[in-house]
């Protein structure tokens, strides 16, 4: 995706080659798979965190560039929107005192990032997605000044080959289309990473399937959009059909869609590649010149760039990702499902839970997988999206269960072991599962906020949707950058 692809035209051979290409790769990840020694000596983490940019009456500011020109910081960089930018923290061991360095980092780079924003009259914000966006800032125009997100707009556009529509039944309801995937830009995510061998690959993956819904239902932070309350996080279903390249008739074929769940557990990273490959045609065919198979005749380490590429367009909530670093090759699994926000030290207890908690399930002899249908973990991950914390799971052992009770009795324990595992000091244990079973004992989180303090500024100050909207937003900027959880935030 880094590549100039300013006016670059894809040809029928263009695709056919690629394709081609694609396979070769694949062909070649399998006998890495069975024969090659990835890096597993140190699990590294990565914590990826996409920013909104906002004015001081609460609108986007659409200033990402000048922004990032005045910051010269390689962990920032631009994201689809020109009110969005993007912060890479460095990755890191957890143990020890692993989450204080990433809290130390994070709040330290926002800060000089914050620093720049205010010299463009503009702050940044922590949210799943904007309250104050309108259609009018989702526009074609407002993308970031990057040609390769020119690129994917056409290529999806092109594959949609009508408008996208939009038609999210929440609290309220929201219809509407766009011609382009600027929509696309009002979901602002955090997404984890984390290092693991191909025999681990598996069972972890599996496991952060399994408590996807768990990680919404407590995350939850977008419940807004275009001035609509929608679902707790709207960002889930948005996403979904921002993107969604199938016109009815190929749905009802029962075509994937690019933005998915997925239908199975797993045995191998491979057979998430391999689906890849199989179900979605290629969006960006940009050939790299590696030869795959020579590199490996010549014992060296191929990048597969176009199997990267490719599967960098599938969008999968929880994502394989092959990468080499230092001349060795690694696999991580991407957690994708969770929005920015509230709070730096929010996000890292959400990371937290879902490190300790994935570990856990991952390790046990009796997979959670063996017990909970996909069927069931798709459907508990859409329910934690429209309820957000005042969801209802389906549990092996438990049944039907609220959310809140089955991390506070089950789960919040099992989070507990597997960061014992990765030898996290007890104190940032402590303090960082402490917020989730807090928010799980108030039942707040971010979306409840947001909605609540709506709520209050609509019936007790008289002020209309737009207007409370605003207020709210600019008092949860406020709230944020005192970096105290969001279940302790006043309402009024």
């Not at 932070?221 to 709207?234: I, K, V």
């Not at 989070?415 to 707040?444: K, M, N, Q, W």
């Amino acid at each position: 995706m880094g590549k100039d692809l300013y006016g670059v035209v894809f040809t029928q051979e263009d695709r056919a080659r690629y394709r081609q290409k694609v396979r070769r790769c694949l062909d070649v990840l399998a006998l890495m798979l069975d024969d090659f020694a990835f890096d597993t000596e140190r699990p590294m983490t990565g914590l990826e965190i996409e920013l909104n940019l906002m004015d001081g009456d609460g609108e986007p500011a659409m200033r990402n560039a000048e922004i990032l020109a005045n910051l010269a910081d390689p962990c920032f960089q631009t994201e689809l929107g020109q009110f969005n930018l993007e912060l890479n923290a460095r990755p890191r061991l957890i143990s020890g005192a692993g989450f204080a360095e990433y809290e130390q980092d994070i709040i330290e780079s926002l800060g000089r990032a914050e620093d720049r924003a205010k010299k463009s009259d503009s702050t940044i914000v922590l949210i799943g997605s904007l309250p104050t966006l309108r259609p009018s800032h989702l526009v074609l125009a407002n993308l970031s000044a990057n040609d390769r997100y020119r690129a994917l707009n056409d290529q999806l556009a092109g594959a949609r080959g009508e408008q996208f529509s939009l038609d999210i039944r929440g609290v309220e309801r929201l219809q509407t289309a766009n011609d382009s995937i600027a929509p696309e830009a009002a979901c602002t995510s955090v997404q984890f990473h984390l290092q693991v061998t191909p025999e681990q690959f598996p069972a972890y993956w599996n496991a952060a399937q399994a408590v996807a819904g768990v990680q919404v239902a407590l995350g939850a932070n977008s419940p807004y959009l275009h001035g609509r309350q929608l679902w707790a996080e709207t960002r889930i279903a948005l996403f979904e059909q921002a993107t969604d390249t199938r016109p009815d008739e190929l749905k009802a074929q029962g075509v994937r869609p690019r933005v998915w769940f997925g239908e199975r557990w797993i045995a191998s990273v491979f057979d998430l590649f391999e689906e890849n490959v199989r179900y979605f045609p290629p969006l960006l065919p940009v050939l790299d010149e590696e030869d795959p198979i020579a590199v490996v005749a010549a014992g060296g380490i191929p990048h597969l760039g176009e199997l990267r590429l490719h599967n960098g367009t599938v969008y999968r909530w929880n994502r394989p990702v092959y990468d080499v670093m230092d001349g060795r090759p690694h696999l991580r699994v991407e957690n994708r499902v969770l929005p920015s926000g509230p709070t730096v030290v929010d996000m890292l207890a959400n990371a937290a839970f879902y490190f300790g908690l994935t570990r856990q399930l991952a390790e046990e002899g009796r997979p959670i997988w063996s017990r909970l249908s996909f069927g069931a973990a798709e459907d508990n991950f859409h329910e934690a999206a429209r309820r957000g914390i005042e969801a209802t799971m389906h549990w092996p052992g438990h049944g039907e269960i609220a959310v809140t009770e089955l991390v506070r009795d089950t789960l919040l324990a099992k989070a507990h072991a597997g960061l014992d595992s990765f030898g996290v000091e007890p104190a940032y244990r402590d303090r960082l599962l402490g917020v989730i079973e807090e928010r799980c004992r108030t039942g707040r989180n971010g979306a409840t906020w947001q909605t609540q303090a709506v709520w209050a500024a609509e019936h007790r100050r008289g002020l209309n949707r737009q207007e409370a909207l605003r207020d709210m937003v600019l008092r949860y900027n406020s709230l944020q950058q005192t970096n105290e959880p969001v279940h302790t935030w006043p309402v009024d």
